[in-house]
DNA sequence: ACAAAAGTGTTCCATTTACACCCATGA
DNA sequence: TCATGGGTGTAAATGGAACACTTTTGT
């Protein structure tokens, strides 16, 4: 405290992204499998260190999320989960992880074309249930980024992160289900999120079939905070 | 990227606390005057660096919480609001600060004894107003974290962390009315708490005293989450 | 015509709100 | 006994869950 000649210890600051997305109405994240020690072969979240000391932390994730995962981070939803700190949390020495939480939207391309070796979609469930070995502290970092999002879906307009630019109803609601794990009525989620000003605008009379009546197609609307909100069953 | 050489900059690593109380009914935060350059002499928020590269960030947080304010940190709560990176905060250079929300109890005591210069109580509705002036990017993390305790209050029992180890319903309440900044009818709110398993517990018999009818003692229960939530009006 | 999904109306029930009222104590 | 805050009862308003029912399309 007193030393005169006492300086600060600089530390290694990396950066993790919990990347959520649908596939076939379940939630899945984004792993890649480590190709160097430690944890060589395991799969861990995309991530990196930062680039210089000059960039900016959520730079750094936005570049991240463009070089492993091939998404223009420009249009999907980030934000910023915590930093991960521990001092044993990886065998390197002391690295400091800021995770983020990205939402990509579900594309019709099959995959994510990525220069990580080995990244894959997988599903959540098999992450939370501890069924996927994950490197470092990694579980407990998507753990945290599901647990965020599905809080974030009742107040805020987050579900239309995982939506392309033009939505229906029942799309939204697959959202919310396979987010949050459990079944909603269609008829009351219906007016429930109608009943959101702002949360949702109609797009054009434009529809869209697969079978039965064409649903009619939304966008996001200008709102961001849910007033009410959509609540957990 | 494929540099052989290359390898990540290392960063320094502050801890900021923001840390909130109760007096005279009004939301407070804990602010030092800054006694060295850059921002000489300006309001901040308590904190510094870790203190060596095996200090924990939480641990880190702690041993502030105890020498600038001079508080037990084992006793109060405690939890991170998220890494601050930019890379232009501080003009000393590239520091990265880890920001913690800390709740201390509504002590007798007059003012928190500490070793930083000037630290005092400051209500947060002068400093979220910009009345008064806060150092670096302070003000954007004291607004955070009131923010935070605010959604808090809602799902969880942080509202008991305000008070001390026993305290009346009504007391409760003035903590919700104070982060909220908003009127709540005391006849129902004294229901609503009560409809909260393991919120609150009854302490005793106990039961003290100023005007009016003496109010029955509670402590903090077993619960952590609230079902059903206090909500927001 | 039928299946399937979209969208509407309505009933029932739990929760919230507003406020009248009673209780226990100090001065 | 009066003022003051603690605590209870209750009726009206609100909002959500459940579900019957109508609409619009493809085959």
Redesign the pocket.
Known sequence: MSDESWSPPAVLVAVDLVILTLRSSKLHVLLVERGIEPYRGIQALPGGFLNNDQEDIIAAAHRELDEEANLDGSKLHLEQLGAYGQPDRDPRGRIISVAYLAIAPHLPEPVAGTDAAGAAWRPVAGVLSGRVKLAFDHRKIVTDGVERARSKLEHSALAAAFCAETF???ELQQVYEAVWGVRL????F???VQ?VPGFIVPADVT?R????????LFRSGPQTVLH?PI?R?
């Open positions: 229906t109803i029942s009525d269609p008829r009351n219906y007016r429930k009943g529809r079939t697969t079978k039965g009546r064409p649903a009619r009410p609540v069953p």
